[in-house]
């Protein structure tokens, strides 16, 4: 009988978890989207994010030695990055920040580097 109760014991502390979890999902609050970024601080996003593509290039060039799709991946993979801690670094949102790079190129803003706006043939490796 004791096995028994220890199923049940253990049946009612799951339930109690998830029915805590379940609360605190249906109540948590959306993080603060944060201010609107500024056209000088946009400016300032895009500089500093595209002045590190090319170590970002160079960086996985490294990692993925003769595979374009890769090292694409890789670079945008840095690139995400770099934009979530500019983001939260100067506590704007992440899409602003995305917005500023996207318009620094169309717009052809002054950087240190020479963003590239290409994109490789998808050819994912066959082995991970």
């Known amino acids: 009988m004791m096995p028994a109760v ?3 014991k253990s049946k ?3 339930a109690v978890v998830m029915i805590i979890a379940v609360v605190r999902v249906a109540t948590a ?3 603060d989207a944060g201010k609107p970024i500024k ?8 500089r500093e994010i595209t ?3 090319r170590s970002m290039r160079r960086d996985a060039a490294v990692k993925f030695p003769g595979d374009l799709w890769s090292q694409d991946d890789d670079l945008h ?5 770099a934009v979530r801690a500019f983001a939260t670094g100067h506590e704007v949102p992440i899409s ?3 917005r500023a790079i996207d318009d620094g190129m169309h717009e052809h803003w002054p950087t240190a580097g ?3 706006a290409t994109v490789p043939p998808c050819r994912p490796r066959l082995s991970y």
């Open 6 to 8: 220890h199923a049940l």
């Open 12 to 14: 009612i502390t799951i």
């Open 29 to 31: 609050k959306p993080p």
């Open 39 to 46: 056209p000088e601080l946009a400016r300032q996003a895009y």
């Open 51 to 53: 002045s590190r593509e």
């Open 77 to 81: 993979e840095r690139e995400s990055e």
């Open 96 to 98: 602003d920040v995305v």
């Open 114 to 116: 020479t963003p590239q």
